[in-house]
């Protein structure tokens, strides 16, 4: 029997060990992928520790051990079932990997992304079944995956740059349910951290004119307002505290300086965990009347809002995870024409030996530039 290299967590806490084990055959709607890259989100040092378990959370969310995680493969189809129509061996593709039921009434509706029991291939998720029958994530070698769930890649997108699609379509599913196109401004609360800065290439890429954004460290928000000096306009937060000014926030303030005193069609908040709810709640107040909010980042708190300000300025509030596959096919046609520019990424690429090194150094990085990729076909 082929056997493959897989990083393997044995018990949450330790560091992943290298096993061989079987490379798995596709069923008939599957296909298997050779993974060629596979990105690394800093929350999966949370994961792997067992943080969620510290805090309460609930067992069964996490895949039966030893778990092979990798939530973001890219690679090479080299097998496929025999029910499968319009991928072969040899397409490349990256393996969307939100599991569903696929028989609920949310994905026999068409929308996958509100099943009962969406998992994360390679991550966490609701069902142990699901986890169970697609336990690879692509911190190996061979993963199997739904033929429903590839996104086929163009020649000129690269699996590194694939390898973050998990980034780029959490922001543009988000930001597609706030209408952000031409003629419209938008604030991204977080810009330059590894959500907010892919927020700000689709931004940009979607033809928003006004492109807000806010963060901590002034040389990274130079960067971002960089990829497009015209559209993009970047607010320091630590410069001005909300609380301290008598006149009112001069992060809404400048946010409405910057839209003819209207303040911003939209604002997606992106910001990191541990990020208190004050400062989601501020960026909301630089939205104009009737504008949309949506919530793709970590804050935990809970939120103090005012239901009459909401009401009586017509501002909406929209909760969003991840992406669909169709969104991922937009992403990659995006890429390849060249109006999603991901140039500016800088990856930091791995071989599957050195995962836990790679775990290890994610805390110094250059905010959204940097990223981290493991690629399994190199095993030393
Ligand atoms: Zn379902």
Known sequence: MPTMTAARLHAFGEPMRLDEIPIPEPRPTDVLV???ACGVVPNLVRVVTNFF????????????????????????????????RSVQPG???YVNPARTCGSCKMCRSGQPLDCAVFSFQGYFGRSQAIMKAYPYGGLCQYITAPQEALVKLPANVSFEAAARFGYFG????AMKKLGVGPGRSILI???????????AMLALAMGATTILGTGRNRSLLDRVKALSPGRIEVFASSDADASSVPGGDPLVAWAKSMTDG??????LDCLPPGAPASAM???????RRGGLASNVGAVMENLTLNAFWLMTN?????????????????????AAAGTLDVSALQHRIYPLSQVNEALASMESRDGGFTNFVIDPSRVA
């Open 34 to 36: 050779e993974v060629k």
């Open 91 to 93: 397409d490349r593709v």
């Open 170 to 173: 959490t922001a543009y599913s």
């Open 262 to 267: 209207y303040g911003v069609d939209s604002m």
């Open 189 to 199: 609360n977080g810009i330059s951290g590894t959500l907010g800065l892919n927020a």
């Open 314 to 334: 017509r501002v909406g509030l929209q909760g969003s995870v991840w992406f669909t596959t169709g969104e991922g096919e937009e992403m990659a046609a995006m």
């Open 53 to 84: 378990g510290t805090m309460g959370t609930d067992p069964k969310l996490m895949p039966p051990l030893p778990a092979i995680f990798g939530l973001d493969p890219a690679g090479v189809i080299t097998k496929v079932g025999e029910q499968v």
């Open 281 to 287: 709640i501020r960026a909301m107040h630089a939205l």
